[in-house]
């Protein structure tokens, strides 16, 4: 069974969402047979690459929010999170354009590193002090490699702005097709959908029933045609 789930390392409940997913994955009796692909979305994809503001400012502008109204989302978060055993830093965090982010996942996904990084850039985003922002490739380039990647092929993806780049475009395609128009945004082997950073039993209850509802393979026959299988091949009869 397959699970897509489309997000934006810029978006908290992804990161909240992502951990109550697991939790729940952790305990599906068919969990090791579950293939999980995480999909492109971003949250404000008109953003210039150097425009970073202050997230509070963000959320000011964006919701009509004043600071404090803005800071208490904050430390509402910061509890949600903490709650599922992440780290949550409630000030002084800053917003910017994912894109570059998001093409560096592709290349993860053909490395199979993609949930390492994601998780890695989200507990940069969300729990350290340094910006995944305002320090340029090379601070990417450093969280390619401790999620496995190579620094040099890593550092060459971010230069060529083309790389990969018609595959973030076509994820986000697809969600507008899918009718996401946020995120977290979880598809269970292109049957049920579940929208939002959900509890771990909702993501347990879909699991059940995307499992369950799977249709057997449907096999149409014809006894006249050859085949090979573990013993050889069928010899044409005469």
Same mark, same amino acid.
């Given at each position: 069974?397959?699970?897509?789930?489309?997000?934006? #390392?810029?978006?908290?409940?992804?990161?909240?969402?992502?951990?109550?997913?697991?939790?729940?994955?952790?305990?599906?009796?068919?969990?090791?047979?579950?293939?999980? #692909?995480?999909?492109?979305?971003?949250?404000?994809?008109?953003?210039?690459?150097?425009?970073?503001?202050?997230?509070?400012?963000?959320?000011?502008?964006?919701?009509?929010?004043?600071?404090?109204?803005?800071?208490?989302?904050?430390?509402?978060?910061?509890?949600?999170?903490?709650?599922?055993?992440?780290?949550?830093?409630?000030? *002084?965090?800053?917003?910017?354009?994912?894109?570059?982010?998001?093409?560096?996942?592709?290349? &993860?996904?053909?490395?199979?590193?993609?949930?390492?990084?994601?998780? #890695?850039?989200?507990?940069?985003?969300?729990?350290?002090?340094?910006?995944?922002?305002?320090?340029?490739?090379?601070?990417?380039?450093?969280?390619?490699?401790?999620?496995?990647?190579?620094?040099?092929?890593?550092?060459?993806?971010?230069?060529?702005?083309?790389?990969?780049?018609?595959?973030?475009?076509? *994820?986000?395609?697809?969600? &507008?097709?899918?009718?996401?128009?946020?995120?977290?945004?979880?598809?269970?082997?292109?049957?049920?959908?579940?929208?939002?950073?959900?509890?771990?039993?909702?993501?347990?209850?879909?699991?059940?029933?995307?499992?369950?509802?799977?249709?057997?393979?449907?096999? #149409?026959? *014809?006894?006249?045609?050859?085949?090979?299988?573990?013993?050889?091949?069928?010899?044409?009869?005469?």
């Amino acid at each position: 069974m397959r699970v897509e789930i489309w997000s934006d #390392i810029a978006c908290p409940w992804c990161y909240v969402g992502k951990a109550r997913f697991e939790k729940a994955l952790e305990a599906f009796p068919h969990r090791d047979q579950v293939e999980v #692909i995480h999909r492109s979305f971003e949250l404000d994809p008109g953003r210039a690459k150097d425009d970073v503001q202050p997230v509070l400012a963000m959320l000011g502008k964006k919701y009509g929010m004043s600071q404090a109204q803005a800071q208490a989302g904050e430390e509402n978060l910061g509890a949600q999170a903490a709650a599922e055993g992440l780290a949550y830093r409630t000030r *002084d965090r800053d917003h910017g354009n994912t894109f570059d982010m998001h093409r560096l996942l592709h290349f &993860a996904k053909e490395q199979g590193r993609q949930d390492e990084l994601i998780q #890695i850039l989200y507990r940069a985003n969300f729990a350290e002090e340094r910006s995944v922002f305002t320090e340029g490739d090379e601070r990417l380039v450093e969280l390619a490699v401790e999620a496995g990647l190579d620094a040099e092929a890593a550092r060459a993806v971010l230069a060529d702005r083309a790389a990969y780049a018609d595959e973030v475009r076509a *994820d986000e395609r697809e969600a &507008a097709e899918l009718g996401a128009n946020g995120v977290p945004f979880f598809v269970l082997d292109r049957a049920y959908g579940v929208s939002g950073a959900q509890p771990a039993e909702v993501f347990a209850q879909a699991l059940t029933r995307a499992w369950e509802s799977r249709s057997p393979l449907k096999l #149409i026959e *014809d006894d006249g045609a050859q085949a090979c299988g573990p013993d050889g091949c069928e010899v044409p009869q005469r």
